[in-house]
Structures are given as structure tokens and as C-alpha cells.
């Protein structure tokens, strides 16, 4: 499984990115998909999640802000990022679940300016 994730960059506070991750193989196969991120100096924390069946889920601090989607013909998952804040500043991690195996991306840093 190869994960390539990408949309990162610089952005103003209240601003909005998409992060993409194209993946091998299709969604469906995966228990589910997810999106970490990991501030300097802080543990990987996790950001939303998606099921095979397409049941999301998100993190407090990205309620209301954040939407994980999939587009399968496209093997790719993305992360619609809106209101960002400088605390949103991080590399963000796309990860998916086949079994019991984690796979992961690259990771694409996201910094985010007040």
C-alpha cells in the first residue's frame, strides 16, 4: 500500500487548504482512512477518519472546521481544512487501515500564520 499525500503549504489564519492522499489499491478495501498531524514538539494526534463505508469522524479541534471525503474513482482521500488557526500548524499524516496493518504517508506541513 502506498499512501502520497499533498496540498500543503502557507496560509493565513481563517484561511482553508486541501490536503489530497493518493493511495494504491481502492477505499473500500481499507477498514478506514484517517488523517493525523504532528506539531513540533507534540505526539501525532489524530485529525478525522472515514470508514469503508464512508462514516467520518473528527477529532474535537476539527469539528466544524475539517471534512475527510473520498473520491474513489480517484483513490484519493482529502481534507477540506477551513477557519485555520495557527495552532492547525503541523505535518499532516494520511494513514490507512488494511486488517491489522497501519500504512502511512509521507506527511505535508501545514503552517498556518496569524
Known amino acids: 500500500v502506498q499512501l502520497q499525500a499533498s496540498g500543503g503549504g502557507l496560509v493565513q489564519a481563517g484561511g482553508s487548504l486541501t490536503l489530497s492522499c493518493a493511495h494504491s489499491?481502492?477505499?473500500?478495501?481499507?477498514?478506514?482512512m484517517a488523517w493525523y498531524r504532528q506539531a513540533p514538539g507534540k505526539q501525532r494526534e489524530l485529525v478525522a477518519t472515514?470508514?469503508?463505508?464512508?462514516?467520518?469522524d473528527y477529532a474535537d479541534a476539527a469539528k466544524g472546521r475539517f471534512t475527510i471525503s473520498r473520491d474513489s474513482a480517484k483513490n484519493t482521500v482529502y481534507l477540506q481544512m477551513s477557519s485555520l488557526k495557527p495552532e492547525d500548524t503541523a505535518i499532516y499524516y494520511c494513514?490507512?487501515?488494511?486488517?491489522?496493518?497501519?500504512?502511512w504517508g509521507q506527511g505535508t506541513q501545514v503552517t498556518v500564520s496569524s
Open positions: 494513514n490507512a487501515v488494511l486488517r491489522v496493518t497501519n500504512y
Open positions: 489499491g481502492t477505499s473500500s478495501r481499507f477498514n478506514y
Open positions: 472515514i470508514t469503508s463505508g464512508g462514516i467520518t
